[in-house]
């Protein structure tokens, strides 16, 4: 929105409103230094897979200390992504009422707690540190998008790919570093898994400015008032959100199998548990390069349709030759995923930027996305656990994928053209 004088009135992305003059120099003061937010940014992005990724490499040693079964061992994954789209359903009704900084400050302290839960000697606190850390995430997940939307309105692809690349910069590490780190440490995977929650620590701490620079700014402390011109866009009612909810609920099916099983499919197949973690650390690695330059190429196109086939082509490949030549061809496959994964990360991340005409929407439909699409994802680790327990073969779970991948291409090309919900 601008005056006659080409004035940007900033419009809180959680609330829809407009601040008071105190309010909006609150935010005027928080955005007068921007390495401050931009470090608060890539620390709490850091935070947002690590979590994730460094229970992978050692599903086998956690099922068993505690005896689970394959399907058993799939929900040490699928719970916390079940509570990525349980979570984000009520992300943005606390944005409302407390403000992104806060609630992304809290996120980060509830991450760390629940990362420490999960090593407690109780196979029921591995399952409910699991729920903290899927909540916590969805709070990041959903309230980021919004926040770049609210804070960098000319810059958005850019900023969603440095925060795509962070995202996934934290997986790729946590990935290599967690057979390693068991070693060093000397406790088991508990002190692997545990070290995480340092790093939670720390990007709290970067938050915790923001959130006295931001005092006022939404109305806890200063009235506001309805921002100008702001329209209600009902997203659950949108075919155009619907496409983007899809496309980003099916590429974190393949993407949550992957961080779930790749280890466990390789070591099936002979690969020793070692270089197993190598690979999937590699592929993680390599996902970054796909998050960093796709929302950069999207940003500058009017429909992001050649990506779309790019990226789920790719994801395809990758995990038809998982099936055909899973140990002989492990690098190849690896990397040729992890461009399609990262690139499809961020490609979902920036339409929900792009197809949002404001900041309240992409708050609105960054919510909606991530509620149903990781509600999905969570069906992905457990299904093909299932299938693989039920028939001791990798084939038909990796088959269903690659049905999920001729499906997001599919709703992926509506998504991609040039609309706004």
Not at 68 to 91: K, N, Q, W
Not at 151 to 163: E, G, I, L, N
Not at 191 to 202: H, I, R
Not at 302 to 330: D, F, N
Request: proline share 4%.
């Amino acid at each position: 929105m601008r005056t006659g004088e080409e004035a940007r009135v900033l419009v809180d992305a959680e609330a829809g409103v407009r601040p008071s003059a105190e309010g909006t120099a609150a935010r005027r003061a928080l955005l007068a230094h921007p390495a401050v937010l931009l470090v608060g940014i890539v620390l709490a992005s850091l935070n947002m897979r690590v979590a994730l990724a460094s229970v992978a490499p050692l599903v086998g040693e956690i099922s068993g200390a505690f005896g689970l079964s394959a399907t058993a061992s799939s929900l040490v994954t699928s719970v916390p992504v079940l509570f990525l789209g349980l979570g984000a359903l009520v992300a943005p009704a606390l944005g409302r009422r407390f403000g992104a900084e806060r609630v992304l400050f809290a996120a980060l302290l509830l991450l760390g707690i629940g990362i420490l839960a999960r090593v407690l000697p109780s196979v029921y606190a591995l399952y409910a540190g699991g729920v903290l850390v899927g909540t916590a995430i969805a709070l990041l997940n959903v309230l980021m998008p919004g926040l770049i939307k609210r804070d960098f309105p000319d810059r958005a692809a850019s900023m969603t790919s440095v925060y795509t690349g962070a995202m996934i910069a934290g997986a790729t590490v946590a990935a290599a570093a967690a057979v390693p780190l068991e070693n060093a440490l000397g406790g088991g995977w508990e002190a692997s898994l545990g070290f995480w929650s340092l790093l939670a620590a720390v990007a709290a701490l970067a938050w915790l400015p923001q959130v006295l620079i931001a005092r006022g700014r939404t109305g806890h402390e200063v009235r506001a008032v309805p921002a100008e011109g702001a329209r209600p866009v009902r997203v659950w009612r949108s075919a155009l959100a619907w496409q983007v909810t899809l496309f980003m609920g099916l590429q974190s099916v393949w993407s949550y199998v992957l961080i779930a099983w790749m280890p466990t499919i390789f070591t099936d197949h002979g690969m020793s548990r070692s270089t197993a973690g190598m690979i999937f650390a590699f592929n993680n690695l390599i996902q970054v390069a796909g998050a960093f330059a796709v929302p950069l190429l999207a940003g500058r196109m009017r429909s992001q349709r050649p990506l779309i086939v790019l990226v789920t082509t790719l994801v395809a490949a990758g995990y038809a030759g998982l099936m055909v030549a899973p140990v002989e061809g492990a690098w190849l496959w690896s990397a040729v995923l992890g461009i399609g994964q990262g690139g499809a990360i961020g490609l979902a991340l920036t339409l929900i930027v792009l197809r949002a005409g404001d900041a309240v929407t992409a708050a609105r439909l960054s919510g909606m996305a991530q509620t149903v699409g990781y509600l999905m994802a969570a069906a992905g680790p457990l299904v093909a656990g299932a299938l693989h327990q039920a028939t001791g073969s990798w084939t038909l779970p990796i088959c269903g994928v690659l049905g999920v991948c001729a499906t997001a291409l599919a709703v992926g090309l509506l998504a991609a053209r040039n609309r706004t919900v």
